[in-house]
């Protein structure tokens, strides 16, 4: 009897260390798994602030590619609203497409000049636009006016709101391509000066 009492003692005691054995061991898994899971929700969050600074360093590279003072092809100013022509491009279509700003240089609302549109009463439905300016090509003598679309629509900045003070507005006028000989056209507006812009 003392024989199966001592047999089944070690027996009892083996099975005991075994099973906390295997508790620990659970345990240990258990706890690498939490850490892993912490892990896995704090790499997220590193990786996604790295684009995020790369994007903002692609923003602040694009906007030291904006137009600037000394990339201005032309200014032209009526002591209300200056213009200033940031591109004259042609295009593949025959275009020739100007962008610029108008600036209220005052320190008092303005709204756009009524002769900007034109005396078509088409275009003065579309609201205050630039569809009276005209470019001249003093070599070839010919003016060209900004383009229609089918509607009779001008291919220009329409719907022009309030000038606030001393804010700029962007705009733009599509007009026909003088021919591939000509390198600059004159600006015709109404309340400014001739204006040259050279042609890109």
Same mark, same amino acid.
């Given at each position: 009897?003392?024989?199966?009492? &001592?047999?089944?003692?070690?027996?009892?005691?083996?099975? !005991?260390? %075994?099973?906390?054995?295997?508790?620990?061991? $659970?345990?240990?898994?258990?706890?690498?798994?939490?850490?892993?899971?912490?892990?896995? &929700?704090?790499?997220?969050?590193? +990786? /996604?602030?790295?684009? /995020?600074?790369?994007?903002?360093?692609?923003?602040?590279?694009?906007?030291?590619?904006?137009?600037?003072?000394?990339? !201005?092809?032309? !200014?032209?100013?009526?002591?209300? @609203? *200056?213009?200033?022509?940031?591109?004259?491009?042609?295009?593949?279509?025959? =275009?020739?497409?100007?962008? #610029?700003?108008?600036?209220?240089?005052?320190? *008092? $609302?303005?709204?756009? $000049?009524?002769?900007?549109? &034109?005396?078509?009463?088409?275009?003065? +439905?579309? #609201?205050?636009?630039?569809?009276?300016?005209?470019?001249?090509?003093?070599?070839?003598?010919?003016?060209?006016? $900004?383009?229609?679309?089918?509607? &009779?629509?001008?291919?220009? !900045?329409?719907?022009?709101?309030?000038?606030?003070?001393?804010?700029?507005?962007? =705009? =733009?006028?599509?007009?026909?391509?003088?021919?591939? /000989? %000509?390198? *600059?056209?004159?600006?015709? @507006?109404?309340?400014?000066?001739?204006?040259?812009?050279?042609?890109?």
């Amino acid at each position: 009897m003392n024989k199966w009492h &001592g047999a089944w003692a070690h027996r009892s005691v083996a099975a !005991t260390v %075994t099973a906390v054995a295997l508790a620990l061991s $659970v345990a240990a898994c258990g706890g690498s798994g939490g850490d892993n899971g912490k892990d896995d &929700g704090s790499k997220p969050v590193v +990786q /996604s602030s790295t684009p /995020s600074s790369r994007s903002q360093d692609s923003q602040a590279g694009d906007s030291g590619a904006s137009p600037s003072p000394s990339q !201005t092809l032309a !200014t032209a100013s009526s002591g209300t @609203f *200056q213009f200033d022509i940031t591109s004259a491009k042609r295009d593949s279509g025959g =275009f020739l497409t100007i962008n #610029g700003t108008i600036t209220n240089v005052t320190g *008092q $609302v303005q709204i756009a $000049v009524n002769a900007w549109n &034109g005396k078509e009463s088409q275009v003065n +439905q579309t #609201g205050p636009s630039l569809a009276a300016m005209t470019l001249i090509d003093a070599a070839q003598k010919k003016r060209y006016y $900004v383009l229609r679309d089918t509607d &009779g629509n001008p291919l220009t !900045t329409v719907n022009m709101p309030n000038f606030q003070p001393h804010a700029a507005i962007p =705009f =733009f006028a599509q007009f026909p391509a003088p021919p591939s /000989s %000509t390198s *600059q056209v004159q600006m015709d @507006f109404p309340g400014l000066p001739p204006t040259t812009i050279a042609i890109s």
